[in-house]
């Protein structure tokens, strides 16, 4: 369909809709009739040549036969589709019998929408059409809409017409018709100051997809062919891939049989879907409506092609409690183990932020590929993303170990970037992934990245937010650098010296991806000294500090002895300054327990006050023992965290204090060759590693004593070091010159990978002359000037 007659038949409709429907519906609701009707018209154009012959089939099941239930087949084989319509109404029927009574023609309308087939009924019940129906006939406004749609100068149906002057109308193809719906989902939204509608995926980005993923195998095509999209819209990618192999004059001809599956959440693009799935001849029972991500509708079913362009930047957070129960994976669709740094499997979290759920629908179909057991040819894939999926997630992350599960396990073909408003209704930069899990040979452990970002032709008018498009050379420079695996260069303009603009490839291997997410470590270096201002916090839980604080000031003891008495004063400030505790935390508040405990770690602080006195120590360990040998002389056990309450209050971090020991350790024989094993160093590397070899009550080193410092979490830090380098080599080049004291915490390491097309593919821009530049200014002064006095007519 041409855009000239995408947007002539755009704008017929939409003047049924301010013809017809101003006065009985706002503006932003016209969809919920015009859409429907729409579907409606399609369905009713093409069953209109035989619906005598329906007619008849159904006589001779009523009357000859006498069957009490109709034997659909029949009724199918008559009206030449998978639907049917057994009222003695069409739609131009309708509207020529008409008289003034609207509820006459409201009677027959639901009469004709009750003999349409069950599959046909399930489309009117997902668009709510009888209700519409109802309004419409009410207000007056019913056989004017009819009448409308009922035009002999407009073509729903996939085939070409004639107009009553004898001008071809061009047909309107499932891909057209997909564009007509997003046209009208966009205008309809802008009028109700909604988001604009899916991304509906143009004809050139399927037709890239579809050569991507069939071409490489076009020789081995499977002899029963499946496609599943699992976010497939109005079905504009499925036909469209049946239409590419199915093709008499394209490169390709299957000859088997070809079936689609999809599942759409949206009830009025389903109903698209399923009426163009029916009109193709396609069994509109693989066509499922819900959320992909709620329910495994084809649970243990695989797939040999899978194509979508799932919702990016779409929340999923409605549909966590279907993947997710707390911290456990439920679904097995995305339940994954990976290798730790030590090479053990674990189970990993391939679950992305609930804001995305793009990768999640990646997840789907790689769940869905077929083995190598049931195909020689494996599955193919090929998912429009946005730019997130490559880069989002740290190490360890959902949609970082999403990747590297993907790459690990060598299904990533490649990724093409695609023009900026290339799409309907966003401009963002996009990505087409396509994966395989039977890579040819010269593929098997490579990545080919493609930027086909500067490859498109502008549109004379934009379609929404799209204002460019692939013409078909561009769609075979990128087949022909992808099929070739090709690595290439932009070239350089001479005389600018900047990038001449073009397609550029690279290959890489999986590994170049990959990455060891290093914690870094220093040591916590602490001052310590009892006062009264810092004690005096210990009366209080930290997280309940301030209604505490205010109870303490305001009833004093009686916290501890009328603590009751005082509940609804200490919940009505905690109220009024808005401090908005949780159940819990207000139980905890009016507990005794909560004060008695608190009371009893400020009387121990302020006991250990008189003792040791205001002294600053600059040696926290020193400052430890006098502690604990002090609690020891008092027979006294506290628990570690009513001991750490207090270090806590009265210590505080100081670069030139010293640094803390944790603890002291005897390594030698073969604890310390089992240690060296898993660090893969030296006796003399260990520092690197955090253990530092010391003497015990005054023994020289060399009897095998290390000291192990506490850590100082706010001075952590990570380095992210290539799966290629070693990270004891990186640590002593990159890090110990610039922070001697720090050591690598091996343990913490955690494997990311991500995919950042601005590092490979940067486009250096360079820098205009400052003699060009100065120039500019001047002319820009000198226009100026004459302007200024041209205003106050100096001139």
Request: overall charge negative; charged content about 30%; glycine content about 6%.
């Amino acid at each position: 369909m041409t855009q000239q007659t995408h947007n002539k038949l755009v704008s017929f409709i939409w003047s049924i809709a301010d013809d017809c429907l101003r006065d009985v519906y706002v503006r932003g609701k016209y969809r919920d009739v015009i859409l429907p009707m729409v579907v409606l018209r399609r369905l009713d154009a093409l069953l209109e040549p035989t619906k005598d012959a329906v007619m008849e089939e159904l006589a001779f099941q009523r009357d000859e036969a006498g069957f009490t239930e109709w034997d659909e087949s029949g009724l199918r084989d008559a009206s030449g589709y998978v639907f049917y319509n057994i009222s003695k109404w069409t739609l131009q029927k309708l509207h020529d019998t008409a008289t003034n009574s609207q509820q006459i023609l409201q009677a027959n309308f639901e009469d004709y929408l009750n003999g349409f087939s069950p599959n046909v009924k399930e489309i009117i019940d997902k668009f709510k059409l009888k209700s519409q129906i109802r309004h419409m006939a009410g207000k007056d406004v019913l056989l004017d809409v009819l009448e409308k749609f009922t035009s002999p100068y407009i073509n729903l149906t996939p085939f070409e017409k004639e107009d009553p002057e004898g001008r071809k109308m061009p047909a309107l193809s499932n891909l057209g018709m997909g564009y007509v719906f997003e046209e009208l989902i966009r205008k309809f939204n802008e009028e109700n100051n909604e988001e604009a509608g899916e991304h509906f995926t143009p004809r050139e980005v399927i037709d890239l997809m579809t050569h991507l993923v069939f071409d490489p195998i076009k020789d081995q095509l499977p002899p029963v062919m499946t496609i599943y999209d699992p976010a497939c819209g109005s079905g504009g990618m499925l036909t469209e891939a049946q239409n590419f192999i199915k093709d008499e004059e394209g490169l390709i001809r299957a000859t088997g049989d070809v079936y689609l599956y999809g599942k759409e959440i949206n009830d009025e693009t389903y109903a698209i879907c399923k009426s163009d799935m029916m009109i193709k001849g396609n069994d509109p029972g693989n066509i499922r409506v819900g959320s992909t991500l709620s329910t495994d509708e084809f649970a243990g079913i695989s797939f040999d092609f899978m194509l979508s362009n799932p919702p990016y930047g779409k929340s999923w957070s409605s549909e966590q409690k279907y993947i997710k129960d707390g911290k456990d994976v439920i679904d097995p669709r995305f339940k994954i183990t990976l290798k730790n740094y030590w090479g053990v499997e674990e189970d990993a979290d391939a679950i992305p932020r609930s804001s995305d759920g793009q990768l999640l629908f990646l997840m789907e179909m790689v769940n869905k590929m077929k083995p190598a057991h049931q195909s020689p040819s494996g599955s193919r894939i090929a998912s429009v993303h946005n730019g997130s999926s490559l880069f989002t997630g740290d190490a360890g992350g959902g949609e970082s170990n999403i990747r590297r599960y993907i790459i690990e396990n060598d299904l990533l073909e490649a990724i093409i970037q695609l023009p900026n408003n290339l799409f309907y209704n966003t401009g963002i930069t996009t990505y087409i992934w396509l994966l395989s899990n039977h890579k040819a040979e010269n593929r098997k452990g490579k990545v080919q990245l493609i930027d086909g970002g500067q490859l498109f032709r502008k549109l004379r008018k934009n379609l929404g937010n799209k204002n460019c498009e692939f013409a078909p050379e561009h769609i075979d420079e990128i087949v022909k650098v992808y099929a070739e695996m090709q690595a290439v260069s932009r070239s350089i303009d001479k005389e600018t010296k900047a990038e001449v603009p073009g397609i550029a490839a690279q290959v890489f291997d999986n590994e170049d991806f990959g990455y060891y997410k290093v914690t870094i470590e220093r040591p916590k270096r602490l001052k310590a000294q009892f006062t009264a201002e810092k004690i005096a916090e210990l009366r209080y839980d930290k997280q309940l500090k301030e209604p505490m604080q205010w109870a303490w000031e305001t009833f004093g003891e009686e916290v501890y002895t009328r603590l009751k008495e005082h509940e609804k004063e200490i919940l009505a400030y905690a109220e009024e300054n808005d401090l908005n505790l949780s159940s819990k935390n207000r139980k905890k508040l009016l507990s005794p327990k909560t004060w008695k405990k608190q009371k009893e770690i400020f009387e121990m602080a302020e006991k250990l006050h008189q003792a040791i006195g205001e002294k600053e120590y600059l040696d926290f360990n020193i400052f430890k023992k006098e502690v604990e040998g002090k609690l020891k002389e008092w027979k006294l056990k506290p628990g570690a965290s009513e001991k750490n309450a207090i270090y806590n209050a009265v210590s505080w971090y100081d670069a030139e204090a010293e640094k803390v020991i944790k603890k002291k350790e005897k390594l030698s024989g073969e604890k310390l060759s089992s240690l060296l094993a898993h660090l893969s160093c030296t006796e003399e590397q260990l520092p690197d590693f955090g253990y530092f070899p010391t003497g015990k009550a005054g023994e020289p080193a060399s009897r095998g004593w290390y000291v192990i410092f506490e850590t100082e979490t706010d001075l952590r830090d990570y380095e992210n070091v290539p799966l290629k380098e070693q990270i004891h080599s990186y640590f002593l080049e990159e890090v110990k010159p610039h922070v001697p004291e720090a050591w690598l915490n091996l343990d913490a390491t955690k494997i990311g990978y991500e995919i950042s097309f601005n590092k490979y593919f940067y486009r250096h821009t360079p820098l205009r002359s400052l003699d060009t530049v100065a120039k500019e200014i001047l002319e820009l002064e000198e226009k100026n000037e004459g302007l200024i006095m041209d205003i106050l007519n100096l001139a």
